[in-house]
């Protein structure tokens, strides 16, 4: 019950004028983001983390959060009526949404990535509003040691679960963790990997990081081809939501699988990208009218937004009872976080009650905030990409530079997000996770206090690692899972069920 | 993303080659930060790992990564007949938009003009000569553009933007 109560305490915080209106304003910008081929969601909240820097903590992430979930939505109306992919996570949704919309299907198939969206956030909430406290509790009995092997493990999953080639996310976690590292260092005070640099003694920032690698290294690849946005047009009346509304429950178990699959890939660091991939192959699999996929089945909206908005909501669970956020931009909100000088993990519950259960009642707020406007506003932000392209992208551009620029007033910083826009293309192109090097310049210096803590309380021993069970099973898990592409050639079959799909789907 | 869509435009790249080249800029990458580490002691010092063990083997695993990535590239059956990774005409595509961007980083930095000047004439350039758009048209929309972040960030949000001697002869500081 007590869960219930600080709830009940969330809502009275989140459901204040001031924050309903902020809800409001992050949600309008992340559709905007989230519509913008180029702006996702890391960085839509990178870009506005240095203007939360004299808010509140609580305001400031709720602001953020609406921000993210107003670009999920957005992400979602473009693949359907443009079958451009505004966000990687709603890639999925092309598949069948945009056939529903060429079929003159439009509303329909907006009123289902929606809804469904809706229902897999909600879900996602619910289960962070029951694991919250109990994740807690649990993490309280965590020293060290067990903090480093839950860093440790999250990195192995993105290695054995991620999907890409094992050695790509290792360059690309470790690149992280090296970037993490430069500058001064937190135990010893001496300055690492500066190269006699003086711009990098302060470091390297994510925020330039991500700005970089998510938005230029984005708009490089999307300037490849010649833009050409050949849209449907929808406007969404209040009759055909309300007809999708009655028929969305005959498709319940789609909805809770892939909710399910969300959650679960949510609170691993999978991300909702995989997430979105997993669901539509298994919806793929399991339906009854599996030969209607890829022509506009409803289910095949339905699966990978549900999977997506519940793997976005619950991302914030590891962040929140952990300090390990879930997914890239959970990653960023969590560098917020300790930028107003808050310290992720089981210490806020106690410390930061109000923050905590203010931020999880405003996703319930929020998320229904998003689904209203979103449903109203769908006219309105599909017309934007209707604007050339030769004006929107260079406007992006600046966006992204000025925002380089108020992370820390350093020129320097701009040239960095150039060459992070490079990066994050060559990446892009020879597919090389991003979200490991974002997480790992995010936890890459509590990683290292963490393991050189144990270190030191275990005398330079890396037995500590395996000193008790706890510690233990989650270092002995991770490892499988790091060695786990080269144990699932051992046992080819039981793998390539799921591993050949999602392949398959993205082309 | 969108396969289909590709312009049939003759190869630049293939996509073994850019595997190899990214692999090998890893590789670079990760040597370097083992070098910067060994200015530090790499080893166990009494009280656990000196200052320059974690980015030595974090170096490591970048090293370690990219040649395993590299001998992928190689052998890999899979790159052999992949689509060609970037096409004359993409190439062409990007180095338009790219040009002009690091004209503003060099306007706006190097010639220390500030960011205003900067993307002032980042967008003159880019609507003029991509865009194709008619002088006033991007005037209108470049001088709009200008004056509405001035607004934003100077005036309403009070995150004050690099500025040049413009500013200063114009009086905005």
Not at chain 2, 52 to 59: A, H, L, R, T
Request: charged share 10%.
């Amino acid at each position: 019950m007590d869960n219930f109560n600080d709830l009940m305490h969330g809502f009275q915080v989140a459901l204040t004028g001031y924050h309903i209106m902020l809800m409001v304003a992050g949600v309008l910008f992340g559709i905007l983001v989230g519509v913008l081929p180029g702006l996702g969601a890391p960085n839509g909240v990178t870009l506005l983390i240095p203007l939360t820097f004299s808010m509140d903590p609580v305001s400031a992430i709720i602001l953020l959060a609406s921000m993210y979930w107003g670009a999920l939505f957005g992400g979602s109306t473009t693949s359907i009526l443009f079958n451009i992919p505004g966000e990687p996570s709603s890639v999925a949704t092309t598949f069948d949404g945009h056939p529903m919309a060429k079929q003159g299907r439009a509303t329909e198939a907006l009123s289902y990535a929606f809804l469904s969206a809706a229902f897999g956030a909600l879900f996602g909430v619910v289960v962070i509003t029951l694991l919250a406290g109990p994740a807690a509790t649990f993490a309280h009995k965590f020293s060290s040691p067990e903090y480093f092997a839950v860093y440790f493990l999250a990195f192995c999953c993105f290695v054995g679960l991620g999907g890409a080639s094992p050695f790509k996310t290792l360059v690309s976690a470790g690149m992280g963790f090296s970037l993490a590292a430069v500058g001064m260092d937190t135990i010893s005070g001496s300055l690492r990997l500066t190269y006699g640099l003086p711009e990098l003694v302060k470091g390297v920032s994510f925020l330039v990081a991500v700005i970089g690698l998510f938005g230029i290294g984005e708009l490089i690849a999307t300037m490849e081809d010649r833009l050409e946005f050949r849209g449907v047009r929808a406007r969404v009346s209040p009759r055909d939501v309300f007809k999708t509304m009655a028929a969305l429950p005959s498709y319940w178990v789609a909805l809770i699988r892939s909710s399910l699959v969300g959650c679960w890939m949510g609170i691993t660091p999978g991300g909702p990208t995989a997430a979105s991939f997993m669901s539509y192959g298994l919806a793929r699999r399991f339906s009854p009218r599996a030969d209607n996929f890829g022509k506009g089945e409803p289910e095949g909206v339905i699966s990978p937004e549900a999977a997506d908005h519940s793997a976005g909501t619950s991302a914030m669970l590891p962040m929140l009872a952990l300090g390990i956020p879930g997914s890239a931009t959970a990653a960023v909100m969590m560098g917020g976080l300790m930028i107003w000088g808050l310290h992720p993990g089981p210490m806020l519950f106690v410390d930061q009650k109000s923050f905590v259960w203010g931020l999880i009642a405003s996703m319930y707020v929020a998320n229904v905030v998003a689904v209203l406007i979103v449903l109203f506003t769908v006219p309105l932000f599909a017309a934007i990409l209707r604007i050339p392209f030769a004006i929107i992208a260079p406007l992006i551009v600046v966006v992204c530079f000025v925002g380089a620029w108020t992370v820390s007033s350093s020129p320097f910083d701009l040239w960095l997000a150039f060459v992070f826009g490079l990066i994050g293309y060559l990446f892009k192109k020879t597919d090389y996770p991003i979200a490991p090097l974002v997480l790992a310049m995010v936890i890459g210096d509590k990683a290292e206090d963490a393991f050189r803590q144990s270190m030191i309380i275990h005398s330079g021993s890396l037995g500590a690692f395996w000193s008790n069970w706890l510690c233990g099973t989650l270092m002995t898990l991770a490892l499988v899972l790091l060695f786990w592409p080269l144990l699932s050639r051992l046992v080819p079959h039981r793998s390539k069920a799921i591993a050949g799909d999602a392949p398959r789907a993205r082309e | 993303m969108e396969h289909q869509d590709l312009p049939a435009g003759r190869a630049l790249v293939t996509r073994r080659a850019l595997e190899v080249i990214v692999a090998l800029l890893a590789l670079a990458f990760g040597v370097s930060i083992i070098l910067g580490a060994l200015e530090y002691h790499v080893g166990w010092g009494e009280r656990g790992p000196e200052p320059g063990y974690f980015p030595f083997w974090m170096g490591m695993i970048v090293v370690i990564g990219s040649i395993g990535a590299l001998f992928q590239a190689v052998l890999s059956p899979r790159f052999a007949d992949a689509p060609t990774a970037i096409t004359a005409d993409q190439a062409r595509r990007i180095t338009a938009f790219l040009m002009p961007m690091l004209g503003f980083l060099v306007v706006a930095l190097l010639f220390k003009m500030g960011l205003y000047v900067g993307m002032l004439a980042y967008m003159l350039t880019v609507m003029l000569w991509q865009g194709r758009y008619r002088l006033p048209a991007t005037l209108a929309f470049s001088f709009g553009t200008v004056i509405f972040f001035y607004f934003v960030f100077e005036r309403w949000l009070h995150v004050p933007l690099l500025k040049g001697p413009l500013e200063a002869w114009l009086g905005l500081h």
